[in-house]
């Protein structure tokens, strides 16, 4: 059932009332309700959500989902095979996982405790088992161009039959006009229709210039994802998915820090002692990830005090010393790093190399590129200069 119009409960805020969502030229929207009442944050991350997952699909002809929290994704990925360590870290080790399943499976599990409540994207029909992994995590809502009879069942159980569940038409396209208002004034762009493709990595600067196709694949993933993702922005990414995503910092580095920390979180979690805590049954997933995160912190010592361990542990847990999680992280290797736009100085390159980036694409443009291709040089990484910034606000 199309419509013109969608009333919402209020908008970024309780106290903006009077929200809705409309075709400027009196059209039809190309969005379908079929279950819950989504908001205004609801639908802006829905509509970036769906256009990253869409041009994922585009570019590498694999199903893609996203995940995403207050306009940025937490994570995004592509259908790749899973390790069984994977499969354990993102808790489905116990399900049997279609191709669009693993996508979000992955998307998720890339940061777990940014994506909880999140806005799920999906590139293909939501089957029963996309379904099945959504009803059992923390979300407010997906978007997709179609559901299956069983997997839409399974969704409208989900929170007491409040769940958001969003059927977008897969044929619109959007005037390439697009317009904002801030403050009352109204801003004007053609639409960011550029389209990422391997052909952006022709321009390799690097002494070393071999970019493998896997590699050139989770570039492609890093770029799509900061398309619509809010700048400044860097991504890591390894397999198909992003390994971790720093949005919206004044600095580069300061991106390239937090999506590296980031990253080192995500492989931190494969340390074996990490995959043995002892975890009490009772302990739900959400508070599992706090925990894990904590305990791979520098605060490991307030998890481990008496009358706290006991809280989540069945006994008291082993501690991971800095020396073992250097050494851990220090065995990364075969991370792609994107960039939505030019690298100013080699400190980025450093801190990248810490998380195991061996693969850079970015735009390129500075006035100190000399030293950020010196510096790639220096730990015989391949950079791809793409001359396409990415900012998205």
């Given at each position: 059932?199309?419509?013109?119009?969608?009333q919402?409960?209020?908008g970024?805020?309780?106290?903006q009332?009077?929200?809705?969502?409309?075709?400027?030229n009196?059209?039809?929207?190309?969005?379908e309700?079929?279950?819950?009442?989504?908001?205004?944050?609801?639908?802006?991350?829905?509509?970036?959500s769906?256009?990253?997952?869409?041009?994922?699909?585009?570019?590498?002809?694999?199903p893609?989902?996203?995940?995403?929290k207050?306009?940025s994704?937490?994570?995004?990925?592509?259908?790749?095979?899973?390790?069984d360590?994977?499969?354990?870290?993102?808790?489905?080790?116990d399900?049997?996982?279609?191709?669009?399943?693993?996508?979000y499976?992955?998307?998720?599990g890339?940061?777990?405790?940014s994506?909880?409540?999140?806005?799920?994207?999906?590139?293909?029909?939501?089957?029963?088992?996309?379904?099945?992994?959504?009803?059992?995590?923390?979300s407010?809502?997906?978007?997709?161009?179609?559901?299956?009879?069983?997997a839409?069942?399974?969704?409208?159980?989900k929170r007491?039959?409040?769940?958001c569940?969003?059927?977008?038409?897969?044929?619109?396209v959007?005037?390439?006009?697009?317009?904002?208002?801030?403050?009352?004034?109204?801003?004007?762009?053609?639409r960011?229709?550029?389209?990422?493709?391997?052909?952006?990595?022709?321009v390799?600067?690097?002494?070393?210039?071999?970019?493998?196709?896997?590699a050139?694949?989770?570039?492609?993933?890093?770029?799509?994802?900061?398309?619509?993702?809010?700048?400044n922005?860097?991504?890591?990414?390894?397999?198909?998915?992003?390994?971790?995503?720093?949005?919206?910092?004044?600095?580069?580095?300061?991106?390239?820090?937090?999506?590296?920390?980031?990253?080192?979180?995500w492989?931190?979690?494969?340390?074996?002692?990490?995959?043995?805590?002892?975890?009490?049954?009772?302990?739900?997933?959400?508070?599992?990830?706090?925990?894990?995160?904590?305990y791979?912190?520098?605060?490991?010592?307030?998890v481990?005090?008496?009358?706290?361990w006991?809280?989540?542990?069945?006994?008291?847990?082993?501690?991971?010393?800095?020396?073992?999680?250097?050494?851990?992280?220090?065995q990364?290797?075969?991370?792609?790093?994107?960039?939505?736009?030019?690298?100013?100085?080699?400190?980025?390159?450093?801190?990248?190399?810490?998380?195991?980036?061996?693969?850079?694409?970015?735009?390129?443009?500075?006035?100190?590129?000399d030293n950020?291709?010196?510096?790639?040089?220096?730990?015989?990484?391949?950079?791809a200069?793409?001359g396409?910034r990415?900012?998205?606000h």
């Amino acid at each position: 059932m199309t419509m013109k119009e969608l009333q919402l409960k209020y908008g970024c805020n309780p106290n903006q009332k009077a929200t809705r969502v409309y075709m400027k030229n009196g059209g039809d929207l190309p969005l379908e309700v079929m279950n819950g009442r989504p908001g205004y944050i609801n639908l802006l991350d829905a509509l970036n959500s769906y256009q990253l997952v869409k041009e994922l699909k585009a570019a590498t002809g694999l199903p893609a989902a996203a995940s995403f929290k207050h306009v940025s994704p937490a994570g995004a990925a592509v259908a790749v095979e899973m390790s069984d360590t994977l499969k354990k870290i993102y808790y489905v080790d116990d399900l049997e996982l279609s191709p669009l399943a693993g996508a979000y499976a992955c998307a998720r599990g890339a940061d777990r405790m940014s994506s909880y409540g999140d806005f799920v994207a999906l590139s293909d029909t939501c089957d029963a088992a996309t379904a099945t992994l959504l009803k059992r995590e923390v979300s407010d809502g997906v978007i997709a161009p179609g559901y299956t009879e069983e997997a839409l069942k399974i969704l409208k159980e989900k929170r007491q039959g409040s769940y958001c569940v969003l059927k977008i038409d897969a044929a619109y396209v959007p005037a390439v006009p697009e317009h904002k208002e801030v403050f009352g004034v109204t801003f004007e762009q053609d639409r960011n229709n550029a389209v990422i493709t391997k052909d952006l990595f022709a321009v390799r600067p690097t002494r070393n210039k071999e970019i493998p196709e896997s590699a050139q694949r989770d570039l492609l993933v890093a770029l799509i994802t900061l398309k619509y993702t809010q700048s400044n922005s860097v991504c890591y990414v390894k397999d198909g998915m992003t390994i971790g995503v720093g949005a919206g910092q004044q600095s580069r580095v300061h991106c390239t820090r937090l999506a590296g920390n980031k990253a080192d979180v995500w492989w931190l979690r494969q340390n074996p002692k990490v995959l043995a805590l002892p975890f009490r049954d009772d302990i739900r997933r959400p508070d599992r990830d706090n925990t894990i995160d904590v305990y791979i912190s520098d605060d490991w010592e307030d998890v481990l005090a008496d009358g706290v361990w006991q809280q989540f542990f069945t006994k008291k847990p082993e501690p991971l010393t800095g020396r073992e999680k250097k050494e851990w992280v220090a065995q990364l290797r075969g991370v792609a790093l994107g960039s939505d736009a030019f690298f100013p100085f080699g400190d980025n390159i450093e801190r990248a190399h810490r998380s195991g980036v061996e693969y850079i694409a970015q735009a390129g443009g500075s006035i100190r590129d000399d030293n950020v291709i010196e510096t790639c040089d220096k730990y015989n990484m391949a950079m791809a200069m793409t001359g396409l910034r990415l900012f998205h606000h």
